[in-house]
C-alpha cells in the first residue's frame, strides 16, 4: 500500500540521467527540481537553481588551500597567438 502525501507537501530532487541523441552520443544532465503533492499526485513545482559542489573534507588540524582560478587561455586563439608572435615582420 502506499501512502498518498498531504497536498503542499514538498520534496526537493536533484535528477540525474543519460540523453542519447539521434548521433547516439551520451550526455549526462542534472536537474535540481522540487515537487509539490497535489490531489494525490507529485507536480513539478519549479526548476531550481543547481547546488553547490560539496567540498571535500579537510582532516581536522589542516587548513585547506585557498581556492584557485584557472586562468589558462587555450584553443585556437592562444595558437594563433602563438604562431603570429613567432612569425617575423608579422604584427601583433
Do not use: F
Not at 46 to 51: M, R, T
Not at 82 to 90: E, L, N
Request: aromatic share 2%.
Amino acid at each position: 500500500m502506499t501512502t498518498v502525501p498531504g497536498d503542499g507537501t514538498r520534496l526537493r530532487l536533484l535528477v540525474a540521467l543519460r540523453a542519447t541523441g539521434h548521433n547516439e552520443v551520451r550526455v549526462p544532465l542534472a536537474y535540481a527540481l522540487t515537487l509539490k503533492a497535489r490531489a494525490g499526485r507529485w507536480e513539478i513545482a519549479s526548476l531550481d537553481g543547481a547546488p553547490a559542489p560539496a567540498t571535500p573534507a579537510t582532516p581536522a588540524g589542516v587548513s585547506a588551500p585557498p581556492p584557485t582560478a584557472d586562468l589558462t587561455t587555450t584553443g585556437p586563439a592562444s595558437a594563433d597567438r602563438a604562431t603570429t608572435a613567432a612569425t617575423p615582420g608579422s604584427r601583433p
